[in-house]
């Protein structure tokens, strides 16, 4: 449950940079249209929340939110550490998280 939540987190994270102009020149060398960056910012508040379901199948609410924020920590850190030193990987660190999360989510159903 944790590695779907984690891979779900790194996909969520990846998209709300891809919706920050600063990280649009790192990745892409250019900025998005308006209507690409509202879709990078929906897209990952919609993972976001997403990735807290697999937290609340651990059990009680509070190990689950427990559980959740030290993911979202973990998440966060390491797209930033991959921001800061290989910014162009984060397409495809977004691509294979997001399909990895997908692939796990399907095998735990």
């Known amino acids: ?3 779907i939540a984690l891979s779900l987190c790194l996909a969520a994270f990846t998209a709300l940079s891809l919706a920050m102009e600063r990280h649009q020149e790192q990745v ?11 879709g990078w ?11 807290l379901i697999p937290c609340l199948a651990l ?9 959740w924020l030290g993911v979202l920590t973990f998440g ?3 797209l930033g550490l991959l921001l800061t030193y ?3 990987t984060a397409l495809p660190v977004f691509g294979t998280a997001l399909i990895w999360g997908t692939l796990a989510w399907v095998w735990w159903v």
């Open 41 to 51: 910012r929906s897209l990952g508040w919609a993972l976001l929340l997403l990735s």
């Open 1 to 3: 449950m944790t590695l």
């Open 86 to 88: 290989a910014p162009r």
């Open 76 to 78: 966060a850190l390491s």
């Open 59 to 67: 059990g009680s609410a509070s190990l689950a939110i427990t559980v």
């Open 28 to 38: 892409f060398g250019r900025t998005l249209t308006r209507s690409a960056t509202m």
